[in-house]
Each structure stands twice: as C-alpha cells, then as structure tokens.
C-alpha cells in the first residue's frame, strides 16, 4: 500500500538529514529572550571584540555581523544595540543607520565578492521566520548565479565554501576601503 510519509512519523522519507547538534541552543529555545539577557545574541556579540562577535563594522545604533548559519557566504545582518523587536518600535536614528548600514553593506560585499545580486530581508515575528524574532535585524544575503544548486534542493545541504572568520577578515577590510 503506498502513503505519504507524513503520514507516518518516523518512516524514511527518502531524504539524508545532516546532523547539526550545535544548532540545538539556537533552535531550542522554550522562549524568546527580552531585555538585554545573556542568551541573545545580538545583544551579546558587541561585547566582545570584533573577531569574536564576528562583527564586520560597528555604528552609533547599530552593527553589521556576519550571519551565524548564512545562506550563503557573506550573509550579513544589520542589528541595533538596542534590544527591540519590532520595527515600528525603532527611533528615527535606529532606522536611518540601519538603512545606511545597509546600503553600505552592499558596496561591501560587492567590492569584496562579487555577487550577482542580493536578498534583503526582515522577518517581523517568530511566525514570519525570524530565528531571533526578540532583536530586530536586517538580512542582506549576498546571491551568484548557480548559486541554488541541488545540494538544497535534492540533498537539503547547503554548501558555503568560507569559513566567517576568513568572510568576516574580508568584509571587515573591505568595509574600511569602500
């Protein structure tokens, strides 16, 4: 008898899973974080140093970060220092920098790497898709042709041939220069 495997919890599905145990803390949570708690980690990278925060350019209001599990190499966020979640909750200053924070974060990583085009997101909420749906950050993920290969789409692997802290070296250079 054939059925779907949705049907059937547990049953192969035909597809290869790969395991990821350090995504555990992240995708794990039993609540989002509020206020400035050690668990959130906008909050948490601009305190140590760039290198460890992997930090690519700090501002008044905000700071540009390389993405922990990017889409793609060179896949920033923009943050604000200040935890909120919610964009309509940003001061008039937050949401100017983070727009040049932005822009600027595309002459970057065009100088840089050379991509063909970007994605630019913000995810409001938990529902909508946001990992860390307590401290607002804008998504710009840089895109090549070719780029979305069958590694996500046959095998559910995605492929990002850079370490970041070598990406995070090279756009903080080029951040610098541009």
């Known amino acids: 008898m054939m059925h779907e495997a949705a049907e059937f919890p547990g049953e192969p599905d035909g597809f290869q899973r790969l395991w990821t145990p350090h995504r555990a803390a992240y995708v794990g949570r039993d609540k989002e974080p509020s206020g400035h708690e050690p668990d959130c980690p906008f909050c948490s990278a601009p305190k140590g140093s760039d290198e460890e925060g992997l930090i690519v350019a700090r501002g008044e209001h905000t700071f540009c970060v390389l993405n922990l599990f990017p889409y793609n190499a060179g896949h920033l966020l923009v943050c604000t220092y200040r935890h909120v979640a919610d964009y309509a909750e940003l001061t008039e ?16 990583i065009r100088s840089a790497m050379s991509p063909a085009g970007f994605n630019l997101g ?16 804008q998504h710009i993920v840089p895109r090549w042709l070719g780029d979305a290969n069958f590694f996500p789409i046959i095998g559910r692997t995605k492929a990002v041939p850079a370490l970041l802290a070598d990406t995070r070296a090279q756009l903080a250079k080029a951040w610098l220069e541009c």
């Open 93 to 108: 200053e937050e949401r100017v920098e983070m727009g040049e924070m932005t822009a600027k974060a595309m002459t970057v």
């Open 122 to 137: 913000m995810n409001q909420g938990q529902v909508a898709g946001a990992g860390i749906a307590a401290h607002i950050h």
